[in-house]
């Protein structure tokens, strides 16, 4: 044997004598065993610990009644697959979605779907531009609309087109072609930063709008988490009434989410839960400084305690807040510490477009740390197009956007922000009043929590909150409903100080006819069967009381492709 002679003798034979004998065969064997149960036990753990996880962080009854809100949501899903229902569904979801479409497009338009032959002429293009421009809309130039436009005034509007119109080319990812717009961008998150406190050594970032900001806060959240203590399975706390941008960061980044009631009176967020929830894989804390659906105020103090104790990152959403949460002292109303001086908060968003009054598309992420910050880069050392390295999401960005926004933060200043905070927040305290002492409307509605800023929230006591919204609908407005509870809020912006209390009149209005239409419901006997139902009825009321909001999805995607139809 040619091949093996060259093997020392000795262990050849330890070898083939271990091949022979039982010894060995029941050593490999143990081995096997050895590798099974460590991988066992390695299971074992780690389930022990999720479930240990989950009943501290939602104890007992909280574990058991969500295994059944899950037990009910997967019932009834299965029961809207099943043959004969399913198909009926989808029917509805047809019907309701062609009917959003007669609303929202118009019949009659010319449609444009392919380039045209020749281009327009300049003259032809404006007429049709001011056409567009002027289609049959809701009145935000009249105070209408809640939220959505933050000041409207046409000297500052033409500040912006103006500024726009200088920078119509710029982009930001040439900074040597274009230096006045990398100079204007790090001026924005340096007058940012100064705004909510940061201390020297912080660090920020504009981004496309509040979402992205989130986006970019959750992200360098995780990332953190995973370089410096090898988190995987990240999970992130946040109150359920935080906005939806946290959902989107935790779908789009494999973050688990964890959500913690804000129950009444107050609807802060419940931080004893928040602390409970707290494990290992925690990466991120999330409160508002307010809300969007209610407007309030998490208690931030309790947050910052909670994440300096525990060592997790604490974000404070202000994108709503914005400008309004720095000037609420000076302008002598009631505000909680939130920003960057509680020293467990490690990042903050705010939307310039918001009550920054900079033109949409604007806001800013920032961070106690410029660490933080690198920790939302995304830099590639070799690519064959060079050394690439880009700050967020976007590569190419609109030069011309941060020209509009820095214009605004100059022309505005802080004078101009100061005001505009005694106004808006002194209206949406008015309107409170008004709802809390108004014979009609104090019966009635029940303003939620203790709103500190510029969004009112309330429910109805007797009467279906949506028949409410829809109604003044009808008369014209365009307020938000809300769910979970049922109720409705309005989001004070510029234009609406000045038509408030038209607003609270048409509340007291719609109240009273409301409740004469469920008086005669009454004396006829119709009940709940005889009535016409509006949209946000319709919505929330039929569609969202169901166990599984599979339907309401269906009909949420249909009204996306409803958006994209020329
Ligand atoms: C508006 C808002 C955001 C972000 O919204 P964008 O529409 O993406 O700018 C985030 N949080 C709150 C509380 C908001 O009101």
């Not at 961008?185 to 940012?192: H, I, P």
């Not at 006997?525 to 999805?553: E, I, T």
Request: proline share 5%; hydrophobic share 40%.
């Amino acid at each position: 044997m040619p091949g093996s002679s060259r093997m020392p003798v000795s262990l050849r034979d330890g070898l083939t004598n271990m091949k022979n004998s039982r010894a060995g065969s029941s050593l490999r064997l143990l081995n096997i065993e050895l590798l099974k149960n460590i991988i066992f036990f390695y299971f074992l753990l780690r389930w022990t610990r999720r479930f240990f996880w989950k009943l501290k962080g939602r104890g007992l009854i909280g574990t058991i009644v969500e295994l059944y809100i899950d037990a009910r949501r997967t019932a009834y899903g299965w029961f809207l697959q099943a043959p004969g229902v399913r198909s009926k569904v989808k029917a509805q979801v047809a019907d309701a979605t062609a009917k959003l479409q007669t609303k929202l497009i118009k019949s009659g338009e010319r449609r444009f779907l392919s380039l045209p032959k020749q281009g327009w002429s300049d003259e032809d293009l404006r007429a049709e531009l001011d056409r567009l421009a002027n289609m049959d809309h809701t009145r935000w130039e009249d105070g209408f609309v809640s939220g959505a436009v933050y000041h409207g005034e046409d000297s500052l509007l033409k500040l912006q087109t103006e500024a726009y119109g200088k920078f119509t080319v710029a982009n930001p990812i040439h900074p040597d072609v274009f230096p006045g717009v990398r100079k204007m961008e790090a001026e924005v998150v340096a007058m940012v930063l100064s705004l909510f406190h940061a201390p020297s050594h912080g660090a920020g970032v504009t981004t496309s709008g509040g979402t992205e900001s989130i986006l970019m806060a959750c992200l360098s959240a995780r990332q953190k988490a995973y370089v410096e203590r090898g988190i995987t399975e990240p999970e992130m706390i946040l109150p359920d009434t935080a906005h939806t941008a946290f959902r989107k960061a935790c779908q789009y980044f494999k973050i688990k989410m964890q959500l913690v009631p804000c129950p009444a009176p107050l609807y802060q967020v419940d931080t004893r839960r928040v602390a409970r929830l707290i494990n290992a894989n925690t990466v991120l804390i999330v409160g508002s400084a307010p809300n969007f659906p209610h407007g309030i105020m998490d208690d931030i103090s309790a947050l910052s305690k909670i994440a300096l104790r525990r060592k997790i990152p604490l974000h404070v959403d202000c994108c709503l807040g914005s400008f309004l949460m720095p000037f609420l002292d000076k302008a002598g109303f009631e505000v909680p510490p939130f920003d960057f001086r509680l020293r467990g908060v490690t990042s903050i968003s705010c939307d310039t477009h918001k009550y920054g009054f900079a033109p949409k598309g604007n806001s800013v992420a920032l961070y106690r740390t410029a660490e933080l910050r690198a920790y939302q880069y995304f830099v590639v050392a070799d690519w064959a197009g060079g050394v690439y390295a880009a700050p967020g999401f976007a590569g190419s960005r609109p030069g011309a956007l941060i020209a509009g926004c820095w214009t605004s933060l100059m022309s505005v200043g802080e004078e101009g922000y100061l005001n505009a905070c005694v106004q808006i927040v002194g209206t949406a305290k008015k309107i409170a009043d008004r709802i809390r002492e108004s014979p009609v409307l104090s019966t009635e509605l029940e303003v939620m929590g203790n709103p500190l800023v510029s969004v009112v929230a309330f429910t109805a006591q007797n009467l279906n909150i949506y028949d409410i919204a829809d109604e003044m609908t009808h008369r014209g407005w365009h307020l938000n409903s809300l769910q979970d509870p049922p109720a409705m809020h309005v989001a004070v912006t510029m234009p609406i100080v000045k038509v408030w209390e038209k607003l609270t009149d048409d509340l007291e209005a719609v109240i009273e006819t409301e409740r004469e239409k469920e008086r005669v419901r009454v004396v006829e006997g119709h009940g709940a069967k005889g009535r016409a139902m509006g949209d946000s009825a319709a919505l929330y009321g039929v569609a969202g009381s169901l166990p599984n909001k599979g339907v309401v999805v269906d009909l949420a995607r249909g009204f996306l492709d409803t958006l994209y139809k020329a």
